[in-house]
């Protein structure tokens, strides 16, 4: 017997039964399971492992951001990740649905009955201004609770902002930076920095230097931050590290009417060295507005 089913395209789709068939009755199907992710576009999400080669794994994990390298670190022991494997990336259409970025990624050669570890690449950058405690300190567990989901699985990178100094008498500055420097341990010392406010890392399997700069640090040609940046830069290869990016919180162009020429002073006294060393591109905050500039060099 043959039916014939009309589809809303106006195609038709012929189904042959089958002879001699079982008493078998196959039961209608369930409801059909939809499931959103609440992750950030940034989070890696359906992550699959298959096989590649005989001594290669293929990692696969897709992003709603389009813009996340396809990067995976992996090691021998859990928190040591000193291999790392870059892979493409894709996506795709289907009528009105279009894919996340499909990232694919080959790790190896790998030794046999050995167990391996890894991790995708993926870094909160967030320039300043973090719980809004404004020296009410209760307000920082708040936060921190707030954001542990998140937190706890990925790197976040933070550098100070206005709201982080939390000083009753601004005039002296009295304790400064006290909750920030306590709770929000960053990696300054690594980078031969003297100060948590201002510090440098590498991300991306080293094809990327971060520096994360203190705009309520010192930073005129005699303070240890700008002596800081100007070592830290001196020491980078660009051909080795293609990408430079800089973090501040005050923003040193801005035509938002909010806290205009906040950032000037700073700007006078770094800016140069950032342009010598062919910086990428600088984040920053404060303005609560989105404001993009394109380079005009």
């Known amino acids: 017997m043959t039916q014939v089913w009309p589809l809303a395209f106006g195609f038709a789709v012929i189904v042959f039964s089958g002879v001699g068939a079982s008493a078998y009755t196959r039961p209608p199907p369930g409801r059909i399971l939809t499931v959103k992710s609440s992750e950030s576009d940034s989070q890696p999400q359906q992550v699959r492992i298959s096989i590649a080669n005989s001594d290669q794994m293929r990692i696969s994990w897709i992003t709603k951001d389009k813009n996340l390298p396809s990067l995976v670190e992996y ?8 291999s790392s494997a870059s892979g ?9 649905y279009t894919s996340g970025n499909i990232h694919h990624v080959e790790i190896g050669p790998l030794d046999a009955n050995t167990t391996y570890y890894y991790r995708y690449y993926d870094i909160l950058l967030l320039a300043g201004d973090l719980s809004y405690a404004d020296s009410q300190q209760p307000l920082w567990d708040s936060f921190a ?15 100070q902002g206005n709201h982080e100094i939390e000083s009753l008498f601004p005039i002296f500055r009295i304790h400064p930076f006290a909750a920030y420097n306590a709770r929000w341990r960053m990696p300054f010392e690594q980078s031969s920095s003297t100060s948590n ?10 094809e990327a230097h971060v520096l994360m700069l203190g705009s309520y640090a010192e930073y005129g040609v005699k303070s240890q931050q700008y002596k800081w940046l100007k070592a830290d830069l001196a020491m980078l290869d660009r051909r080795k590290t293609p990408w430079l990016l800089a973090i501040v919180h005050a ?18 006294n770094v800016e140069k060295l950032l342009f010598d060393a062919k910086v990428d ?8 507005a989105y404001e993009r500039f394109v380079s005009l060099v």
């Not at 035509?255 to 006078?268: C, L, P, S, V, Y």
């Open 75 to 82: 090691g021998k022991t859990p928190g040591v990740y000193d």
């Open 251 to 268: 923003p040193w162009y801005n035509t938002n009417d909010a806290h205009q020429r906040e950032g000037e002073g700073m700007r006078k």
């Open 281 to 288: 591109i600088v984040f920053g905050g404060h303005v609560h």
């Open 197 to 206: 406010l201002f510090y440098s890392f590498d991300a991306a399997g080293g």
């Open 145 to 159: 609770l707030l954001v542990q989901p998140q937190a706890s699985r990925r790197p976040w990178m933070v550098t």
């Open 88 to 96: 493409e990336s894709t996506s795709y259409r289907f009528f009105f």
